[in-house]
């Protein structure tokens, strides 16, 4: 069964501390991304990645960090340095430098207090 | 930089009545995708909108891609229950080759 998983569903930290979520896709898709959706505001792109070992900031990159080692996972990292992390983010894939559509993940609801 | 500017942001309606979202461009758009999110969910691909003027049918739903692919329309016709949820449009432009712009989303909550 293809798709986009992430993990866990909802995430608990405290400030101060550094937090990674988890994508992963069986779809054989070369790109991927991650949003962050706050109310109100859409989905705003954190970081994007074309190809393996590559991958380039988005309109928000600000705090957090991500690595593309393997064609199937892309992780983010939600550094302590980023002021504000509470939100819901999205992890997506598509094929590469093509209008095609995104597939996305079910998300995870992370909670900083 | 490039923005894309959605109205509106909610939008209630009976069973039965007719909704539209709107989605405007700062810039030329190569072309633009619909995704719809479920409450709770996650966004779902809709359609795709690439020719200047394109109008394309899903069942109730009319997408529209302007003559100066600036804007676009979603229209809904008889909304029922299973359409709630929030619509997002999103465009990409010519000069970039894999980011998306997503406008802020159309929450529309449909009343039995």
């Known amino acids: 069964d293809g798709g986009i998983t992430q993990s866990p569903k909802y995430l608990f930290r405290k400030e101060g501390q550094n937090v990674t979520l988890s994508c992963e896709q069986n779809?054989?898709?070369?790109?991927m991304y991650w949003y962050r959706q706050d109310p109100g505001q859409g989905l705003r792109l954190i970081y994007y990645?074309?190809?393996?070992?590559?991958?380039q900031k988005g309109d928000i990159a600000e705090g957090y960090s991500v690595s593309r080692e393997k064609k199937e996972s892309f992780p983010l990292t939600v550094t302590s340095a980023q002021k504000n992390p509470t939100a819901f983010y999205l992890c997506a894939s598509s094929m590469p430098y093509r209008p095609y559509e995104q597939y996305f993940g079910p998300g995870t609801r992370l909670t900083v207090t | 930089g490039q923005q894309v500017m959605q109205i509106p942001q909610y939008q209630h309606v009976q069973e039965g009545e007719d909704f539209t979202t709107y989605c405007n461009s700062s810039?030329?758009?190569?072309?633009i995708q619909w995704y719809k999110q479920r409450p709770g969910g996650h966004p779902v691909f809709l359609i795709q909108l690439v020719k200047s003027g394109e109008v394309k049918k899903q069942k109730r739903l009319t997408f529209q891609f302007g003559e100066a692919k600036k804007n676009s329309s979603l229209h809904i016709t008889a909304t029922q229950t299973t359409d709630v949820g929030t619509y997002f449009c999103a465009g990409r432009n010519s000069s970039n080759t894999g980011k998306l712009i997503f406008g802020q989303g159309t929450t529309l909550q449909v009343k039995p």
């Open positions: 779809l054989n898709h070369d790109a």
């Open positions: 810039t030329t758009l190569s072309n």
């Open positions: 990645s074309q190809i393996v070992n590559d991958f």
